[in-house]
């Protein structure tokens, strides 16, 4: 069993800065790629940035130049440091994994989410 726990989010004023924090615990062999998404109210979750494992990284166009994803293999987390926020980044931001785990000698990989923790930014 695998788990993903997040942290960090919270109530901030436009143009401030957030970070937020996922560690992933259990049964892990490896993990691939990494990365976190949100979803706004009324909109279907999207992906913000994700690194793989050799740490290239990916960005929704709308948080280039604004959001940093950056992990750290050896502890099987990863985090996103979020500037100059805008009330538009309001939402539910989920952490996910590509996590490969082992069943005796077989290997399985799939997806996991954490439970995700909310970011509201004040205009």
């Known amino acids: 069993q695998v788990q993903l726990v997040e942290s960090g989010g919270g109530l901030v004023q436009a143009g401030g800065s957030l970070r937020l924090s996922c560690a992933a615990s259990?049964?892990?062999?490896?993990?691939?790629?990494m990365g976190w998404y949100r979803q706004a109210p009324g909109k279907q979750r999207e992906l913000v940035a994700a690194?793989?494992?050799?740490?290239?990284?990916n960005y929704a166009d709308s948080v280039k130049g604004r959001f940093t994803i950056s992990r750290d293999n050896a502890k099987n987390a990863v985090s996103l440091q979020m500037n100059s926020l805008k009330p538009e980044d309001t939402a539910v931001y989920y952490c996910?994994?590509?996590?490969?785990?082992?069943?005796?000698?077989?290997?399985?990989?799939?997806?996991?989410w954490g439970q995700g923790t909310q970011v509201t930014v004040s205009s």
């Open positions: 690194i793989t494992s050799g740490g290239s990284t």
């Open positions: 996910n994994a590509d996590v490969v785990t082992a069943g005796g000698i077989v290997y399985y990989t799939r997806d996991y």
């Open positions: 259990g049964n892990i062999v490896s993990i691939n790629a």
